[in-house]
Nanobody, 118 residues
């Protein structure tokens, strides 16, 4: 089993950057596909970015393409989300999540708040 802990959120101004980290405990981190999700007040949770086990295949929501980058370091059991050119619409609680092959996202972190002021 893997446990996930996010960090790196905060209050920034529009145009600033943040890097979120998600540290995973357990020895099987490299067996999981990882994703970053976010949920803004009054909105449904949405997927932001995903990364496959090797780190070579990534996908992004249209709203963050070209601004956010997901990466992982399997040696450090960590997945990252580099967020550049932040906008007020990026304000949300950001969660990392893990899933095994052929499964839905079943492991979730506690979330980290990102607030972008205009």
């Amino acid at each position: 089993q893997v446990q996930l802990v996010e960090s790196g959120g905060g209050l920034v101004q529009a145009g600033d950057s943040l890097r979120l980290s998600c540290a995973a405990s357990g020895r099987t981190f490299s067996n999981y596909i990882m994703g970053w999700f976010r949920q803004a007040p009054g909105k449904e949770r949405e997927v932001v970015a995903t990364i496959n086990i090797s780190g070579r295949i990534t996908s992004y929501a249209d709203s963050v393409k070209g601004r956010f980058t997901i990466s992982r370091d399997n040696a450090k059991n960590t997945v990252y989300l580099q967020m550049n050119s932040l906008k007020p619409d990026d304000t949300a609680v950001y969660y990392c999540a893990a899933r095994g092959l052929g499964r839905s996202y079943e492991l979730w972190g506690q979330g980290t708040q990102v607030t972008v002021s205009s």
